[in-house]
């Protein structure tokens, strides 16, 4: 499956923003999805994601309560609601597909779909 990312902005803290990631390809709905963001000089963690049906999420600490993830697969897209947005959450984010089943703790391990990254900058 091919993933394009969208959506990220330069927005102030205290903002929101939206990012989607369309998939083309494959059956979308064969596959888990999930966000991960690279902060400058950091390593690809985890923020979120969600299961093919779309009815488990999983989010980590740090995105709990702020963001949502959610998917369309009508659409073929799976999206990134980030609210009360903080500068910490700079970075480039990249969506990714996981055939099959999500396994927690989730990480980049199993997603062997990568969209090309879409640049977020919270400013303070």
């Known amino acids: 499956v091919q993933l394009v990312d969208s959506g990220g902005v330069l927005v102030q803290a205290g903002g929101a923003l939206r990012l989607s990631c369309a998939a083309s390809?494959?059956?979308?709905?064969?596959?888990?999805m999930g966000w991960f963001p690279q902060a400058p000089a950091q390593e690809r963690e985890f923020v979120a994601a969600i299961s093919r049906g779309g009815g488990t999420t999983y989010y980590a600490d740090s995105a709990k309560g702020r963001f949502t993830i959610s998917r369309d697969n009508a659409k073929n897209t799976v999206y990134l609601q980030m609210n009360s947005l903080k500068a910490e959450d700079t970075a480039v984010y990249y969506c990714?597909?996981?055939?099959?089943?999500?396994?927690?703790?989730?990480?980049?391990?199993?997603?062997?779909?990568w969209g090309q990254g879409t640049q977020v900058t919270v400013s303070s």
């Open positions: 390809g494959r059956t979308f709905s064969y596959y888990g």
């Open positions: 990714a597909a996981r055939l099959r089943g999500l396994e927690v703790p989730i990480t980049e391990a199993g997603f062997g779909s």
